[in-house]
């Protein structure tokens, strides 16, 4: 099963994928095997998960992770601040 929405509360059981643009909200009784992508996500004490889960990244973001790590070029670029007592800009 494939959820794809703008918001989703679980309240029971779900087996499968479940994206949302927005909010994913997990209550009490939420019982997930799959995978989750959101926006943002509130997680019920309680409620129960198994997968993999991605929540509170832009798509710009998520490009820059592969595999979840981040690119190499991102990483050169850290390093060679850090070695050049250089802080991050904000």
């Known amino acids: 099963m494939k959820i ?3 918001s989703v509360t679980i309240e029971g059981e779900v ?3 479940v994206v949302a643009s ?3 909200t997990l209550s009490e009784s939420a019982q997930v ?3 989750l992508k959101a926006k943002t996500l509130t997680v019920s004490a309680g409620s129960r998960m198994r ?3 991605e929540f509170g990244w832009n798509d710009s973001e998520a490009a820059k992770f592969a595999n ?3 690119h190499e070029t991102d990483k050169t670029v850290s390093a060679a601040r850090e070695q050049a007592g250089v802080s991050r800009e904000l």
């Open 22 to 24: 927005g909010q994913v």
């Open 15 to 17: 087996e499968g994928t």
């Open 51 to 53: 997968g993999n889960v």
């Open 4 to 6: 794809n929405a703008e």
């Open 68 to 70: 979840g790590r981040a």
């Open 33 to 35: 095997v799959g995978d």
